[in-house]
């Protein structure tokens, strides 16, 4: 096997950047991101534009997440109040192009902290993700989910299952559903994970409960697009703009296959012996259950930017593993691995087309097959990394089920 060591990851990442900056020397912030089909909001940074512009209104008096008047759309701000902290460490307007590149180094440092040692070829995948159109929409309008990564990425480099839940607490309360990542602790040992299981279910019912009329506010703040996004409910409501009766059904539909996979996916694992566990060597298979956790759990949510597929990039290196290993992995983890880059890349392949200028749909539904694929391969591996002492219970449960029967 090929040895590992973190300069190719390094090297990725540098590359990237140079690239990055190469082009924006050369054609300027609008048509550097146009590389990547990357459409440019009306003002760089947009989304850390909220936050500052909520700065500004907070010391007017003004509650922004009600009334956000400094905002260049008066949107109200949309994040837990949590994110209000920065305004008491002195925040202001002015300062939004700089928290966007303080997001985008989050972003590097994220990566580098949640990898593990890598050969040349799976850095260079990960590099086909962290550099893709879904992620540096992320980059390009600032959004605070590159944040949320880079703390996701803390919690899978300290040791211990309390720390590991300490920081994903964090996590949740800046932006609630990274409380999936929760599954790194399946990777801990049993008493030790239910401790901190239970402690940060507890933590979550009391931070909801303190919070949501806030809650309340910022979802109804949160547009829901339908053309840039994933999840189970994206395909139902652009259907149903075209006929209601049609999104119905595909309602209808969605739900259906998606418990379809999940239940599929417990039963194939509770029918597996204790050989199905898989053992974790380097936090590849940590990095796996957090990146595949945050994507199901956000899938079934109903409906996520694409910017949010960055924690995609967390399962590409046990993906990589499994592709080149175990047969029983080896072809959903190649599945995994092409509707991975799929789901990143469908925004650049619709650059690349020039079929998507006649027909809207095309690329669209190329990357809603995309997401669904990832939806079932990752649910499907993902169930199937749980530990023994996670379904053990539930299999003896069934063998006395089918005991009964056959008596």
């Given amino acids: 096997m090929p040895s590992k060591s973190r300069l190719p990851l390094a090297c990725v990442l540098l590359c990237g950047v140079v690239l990055i900056a190469t082009l924006m020397a050369a054609l300027g912030w609008d048509r550097a991101w146009r590389v990547w089909n990357v459409q440019v909001a009306v003002q760089p940074f947009l989304d850390s534009q909220v936050i500052a512009a909520g700065a500004t209104s907070w010391r007017e008096g003004h509650d922004p997440l009600r009334f956000n008047p400094h905002d260049i759309g008066h949107r109200p701000m949309n994040y837990p109040r949590v994110w209000q902290g920065l305004f008491v460490l002195g925040l202001r307007q002015e300062h939004a192009a700089a928290l966007g590149w303080t997001l985008a180094v989050l972003l590097l440092a994220g990566v580098w902290l949640a990898m593990p040692r890598l050969g040349w070829g799976e850095a260079a995948v990960v590099g086909l993700a962290v550099f893709s159109p879904a992620v540096l929409l992320g980059v390009e309008r600032g959004n605070t989910d590159l944040a949320v990564f880079f703390v996701l990425a803390v919690a899978l480099a300290v040791p211990g299952a309390a720390w590991n839940a ?19 602790l399946c990777g801990r040992p049993r008493r030790e994970a239910l401790i901190a299981g239970g402690v940060l279910a507890g933590f979550a019912v009391l931070y ?33 703009r075209v006929s209601g009766l049609a999104g119905l059904a595909a309602f209808a539909v969605a739900w259906l296959a998606a418990a379809a996979v999940v239940w599929g996916a417990c039963r194939a694992r509770i029918r597996r012996g204790a050989d199905a566990t898989i053992a974790a060597d380097d936090g590849a298979l940590d990095a796996f259950r957090v990146g595949a956790a945050c994507y199901v759990g956000t899938f079934l949510l109903g409906n996520n930017f694409i910017y949010r597929l960055v924690f995609v990039v967390l399962v590409v290196p046990q993906l990589w593993r ?7 992995e080896r072809t959903l983890a190649r599945a995994g691995l092409l509707a991975a880059l799929g789901s990143l890349w469908v925004l650049g392949f619709d650059r690349a087309s020039w079929v998507v200028r006649r027909d809207e749909w095309l690329w669209f539904s190329v990357g809603q097959a995309f997401n669904w694929l990832l939806f079932a391969t990752l649910c499907r591996l993902l169930i199937s990394s749980l530990p023994e002492w996670t379904v053990g219970p539930w299999r003896r449960r069934s063998a006395g089920r089918e005991a009964v029967g056959r008596s």
Avoid: C, E, H, Q
């Avoid at 996590?171 to 929760?182: E, N, R, S, T, W």
């Avoid at 499994?322 to 029983?328: I, K, N, S, T």
């Fill in 166 to 184: 300490t920081w994903v607490a964090v996590a949740f309360a800046l932006k609630l559903f990274p409380l999936a990542a929760g599954a790194v």
């Fill in 322 to 328: 499994w592709a080149r290993g175990r047969a029983a």
């Fill in 208 to 240: 909801v409960a303190a919070n949501f009329d806030d809650l309340r506010l910022i979802s109804a703040a949160t547009p829901r697009d339908t053309w840039l996004s994933y999840g189970l409910n994206v395909l139902p409501l652009r259907l149903g």
